[in-house]
């Protein structure tokens, strides 16, 4: 089974912290991203990466940054966390296959105080 | 931009009914894929469907990708409580490396 961990499942941080968020998935997956979702908007991309040291924008990156500096870990950097970034985040990854199911971690809540 | 669309958002029906969740997308793609979430968990892969006209079933859940019409359904037969969630349908951009849209979900609650 493909597995997918995130450091912490409840996060409580407080404005202007630096917040770091860690996944790591166990089956050699090209693919990684970091999403974020939130009541009546669904899931919303921030970061994807590809390969190591490779990373795209999402549709809602800002405030956001990400580092993948091996295959198996993708984090999400919040450099100041502020009340609006309170959210659930979801990472997941995906093989670079004829089709390319992404699968999710547990997820990790992020309060902002 | 990929807009998916999903409804209802909010569906309550009784156990033994028949219902129909819709998706529908705004530009050309040939993937489609739905997910269930349960409250306070994540998310798990339900159906993958490649190609126009590909239909898959798994228990009570039955989900179809007309490409042509850009709309998914999924269709639950004889509803269960246990069917209880919220379904989400994604649609990949696979040309810019694997990235998904999800529609904004659909919860359901099955009364007994």
């Known amino acids: 089974d493909v597995k997918v961990t995130q450091s912490s499942r409840y996060l409580v941080k407080r404005t202007g912290e630096k917040v770091f968020l860690e996944c790591v998935q166990d089956m050699d997956h090209e693919n990684m991203f970091w999403y974020r979702q939130d009541p009546g908007l669904g899931l919303r991309l921030i970061y994807f990466s590809y390969d190591v040291k490779m990373k795209e924008k999402g549709d809602i990156p800002e405030g956001y940054s990400v580092s993948r500096e091996k295959k198996e870990r993708f984090s999400l950097i919040l450099e100041s966390a502020s009340t609006n970034q309170t959210s659930m985040y979801l990472c997941?990854?995906?093989?670079?296959?004829?089709?390319?199911?992404?699968?999710f971690g547990p997820g990790t809540r992020l309060t902002v105080l | 931009e990929l807009k998916v669309e999903q409804n209802p958002l909010f569906l309550s029906m009784q156990e033994g009914k028949n219902y129909t969740i819709y998706c529908n997308y705004s530009t050309t793609s040939d993937r489609l894929y739905w997910y269930r979430q349960d409250p306070g968990k994540s998310l798990e892969s339900l159906f993958v469907?490649?190609?126009?006209?590909a239909v898959k079933q798994e228990g009570r859940l039955m989900a179809s990708l007309d490409t042509k019409a850009r709309l998914s359904t999924l269709h639950i037969t004889a509803a269960v409580h246990d069917l209880s969630a919220t379904y989400f349908c994604?649609?990949?951009?696979?040309?810019?490396?694997?990235?998904?849209?999800f529609g904004t979900g659909t919860s359901l609650t099955v009364i007994p």
């Open positions: 997941a990854s995906s093989p670079t296959t004829m089709y390319n199911e992404q699968f």
């Open positions: 994604a649609v990949e951009r696979s040309w810019t490396g694997n990235q998904f849209y």
């Open positions: 469907l490649l190609s126009n006209g």
